[in-house]
């Protein structure tokens, strides 16, 4: 199930680049029963890589992202507040799932996208990608741009229920990705 899917389930609005454009609230997030046991399940805990220049987001996403909160644990979160540093990341380590801000210095999220779309032979090649923005006014011709690098557009303020969901569309996509490889 894809993570549209589960959203549309869940009674989301997404525009033409795929943003959510409903706001959240608990009785939709507990609506969708939605098992979180297989995240983690064997030795495989879900890689993922979070660029931000911003220390405070960094720090949130950690906490959610905590075995001690028990909100999203079963992941293996690697920060960074310098995409210079994410590019050695990126070269040295494979993720399952990339977070990444759209205004950074140096190397917006756009350009890192597009480099690893062009790049064929790197071993992120397919990380599921997702630019966080603080941004409501990214323009809908920059927000085709990141959807046609093949990254997913969200807002830095989703609530814990659509980081969830992410993380459940990445494992699910991982574990389909592991069953058509061993038949």
């Known amino acids: 199930m894809s993570y549209r899917i589960l959203m549309e389930q869940s009674g989301r609005k997404f525009d033409g680049a795929g943003i959510d454009r409903s706001e959240s609230t608990i009785d939709q997030a507990t609506d969708l029963n939605i098992d979180y046991s297989f995240i983690g399940a064997g030795d495989h805990r879900l890689r993922v890589l979070l660029m931000d220049d911003n220390g405070a987001y960094l720090q949130q996403m950690t906490r959610r992202f905590s075995p001690k909160t028990g909100v999203i644990s079963q992941v293996q979160l690697t920060t960074c507040n310098d995409p210079v540093l994410g590019i050695a990341h990126l070269e040295e380590s494979t993720y399952d799932m990339l977070l990444i801000d ?33 941004d409501p ?22 609530s814990t ?23």
Do not use: C
């Open 161 to 183: 229920e659509d980081l969830r969901l992410l993380v459940s569309e990445v494992m699910l996509r991982n574990s389909s990705a592991y069953r058509r490889s061993v038949v």
């Open 137 to 158: 006014n990214v323009p809908q011709t920059t927000r085709l741009r990141i959807v046609n690098t093949g990254a997913r557009v969200v807002s830095k303020s989703m």
């Open 102 to 134: 759209y205004h950074m210095p140096q190397v917006d999220g756009i350009k890192l996208f597009e480099w690893l779309r062009h790049d064929r032979t790197h071993p992120n090649q397919e990380i599921f990608k997702v630019m966080v923005t603080a």
